[in-house]
């Protein structure tokens, strides 16, 4: 039975390596999910890949059906996510094509369908999220990054904003008064709601450009492009290696 999916954020709209098996295209109680769940193999382990904002890419942060997406992959009996996306960075660290493994965030985000819980048919519940990323799949994540000898930050705050557009210099200035060391715009709610149906949850950010006024001058779309495509190979290196632990 396949227990691993892996949610892919911009610039990972599909695995190259993986071997499909099928396309799975489910209904759930909160809509329709953003694409097809794929199940296959990578590296000969079964696992289920979503591509978060559709592929191709057409659904913007604040439009993603978190509830579904989520919903579904519970459905298909999956315990254990790896979640990657593209991020900003903040610090000094986050250069663009860097790698972190965030262990905390700070949810900016507003509007968005949070909860499986604000149905009558649930009693009110408030979940524990002092761990908000699963400790031995973040362990497990620093592990394969040193067997595949990558650098990665082990450690990292995620600064979940709404989009979708960028953040301003205010903002991002705030932002690290706040101690974020990361600026993006899915982590939330889907961290949360995983935990909420008991699914265990990490994530790879991966840095495309420099936040807002980070540097002097404006983010391109051609600056992200060129540093996601570098991020995104380490990122496929990092996956594999975390299957074969």
Known sequence: ???LAIIGGTGLTQLSDLKIIKR?????????????FITGELNGKS???????????????HKINYRANIWGL??????????????????????PAHIAIPDQLIDYSHGRKHTFFDDENYPVTHIDFTYP????????????????NIAITPESTYGCT??????????IKRMAQDGCD?????????AALAK??????AAISVVANWAAGVTEGEITMAEIEHNLHSGMANTALLLKAFIAL
């Not at 909420?196 to 949850?201: G, K, N, V």
């Open 182 to 190: 990361l600026v993006g715009m899915t982590a939330m709610p889907e």
């Open 74 to 95: 519970k459905q298909l009996g999956i315990t254990e996510i790896v979640a990657v996306a593209a991020v900003g960075g903040i610090t000094e660290a986050m250069k």
């Open 133 to 148: 990323y699963n400790r031995r799949l973040r362990e497990l994540l620093i592990t394969a990054a040193a067997n595949a």
């Open 24 to 36: 799975e295209r489910l209904d759930t109680p909160y809509g329709a999910p953003s694409a097809d």
């Open 196 to 201: 909420e149906l008991d699914i265990e949850y």
């Open 1 to 3: 039975m396949t227990t």
């Open 162 to 171: 709404q989009g979708p557009r960028l953040e301003t210099p205010a903002e």
């Open 47 to 61: 696992v289920v890949f979503l591509a978060r904002h559709g592929n191709p890419h057409t659904i913007a942060p």
